[in-house]
Nanobody, 127 residues
Framework: QVQLVESGGGLVQPGGSLRLSCAAS????????IGWFRQAPGKEREGVSCINRSDGSTYYADSVKGRFTISRDNAKNLVYLQMNSLKSEDTAVYYC????????????????????WGQGTQVTVSS
C-alpha cells in the first residue's frame, strides 16, 4: 500500500514562507488527485489545495488563494505546497491526502473523498 509522508513544517514568523512536501512511498502516479488539508486546534478540518494528475489543474481555498501554490513532481514522487505571506491563522497541522480516482475541482475539498492520508506536519506562524 502506498503511504504518504509530509515534511517541511516548522515555526515561521508572520509574512514568512514554508514549503511542505508530501512523499509517496510508491508513486504519486498512483493518485490522480493529491490534496492538502489542515486542522487547527478546536477547528474543523479545512481543504486547502489540490492538484490533478491528468491535466495539472489545481484548486485553492479562498483563504489561501494567491499565497499558496501546489505542485507535483511525479518523477520524484513528491507533491509540494509552497506557502508565502503566512499569517497566524495558517497555524495548523497540515496533512496530504491522495485518491486514485478523484478529480478535485472548484466545488471544494472533502476529506471523505480521499482514501490515503499522511500523518501530518505542524506549521506554526508566530512572532
Amino acid at each position: 500500500q502506498v503511504q504518504l509522508v509530509e515534511s517541511g513544517g516548522g515555526l515561521v514568523q508572520p509574512g514568512g514562507s514554508l514549503r511542505l512536501s508530501c512523499a509517496a512511498s510508491g508513486s504519486t502516479l498512483d493518485y490522480h488527485a493529491i490534496g492538502w488539508f489542515r486542522q487547527a486546534p478546536g477547528k474543523e478540518r479545512e481543504g486547502v489545495s489540490c492538484i490533478n494528475r491528468s491535466d495539472g489543474s489545481t484548486y485553492y481555498a479562498d483563504s489561501v488563494k494567491g499565497r499558496f501554490t501546489i505542485s507535483r513532481d511525479n518523477a520524484k514522487n513528491l507533491v509540494y505546497l509552497q506557502m508565502n505571506s503566512l499569517k497566524s491563522e495558517d497555524t495548523a497541522v497540515y496533512y496530504c491526502a491522495g485518491d486514485p480516482d478523484l478529480y478535485c475541482s472548484g466545488d471544494g475539498l472533502s476529506g471523505e473523498d480521499f482514501t490515503s492520508w499522511g500523518q501530518g506536519t505542524q506549521v506554526t506562524v508566530s512572532s
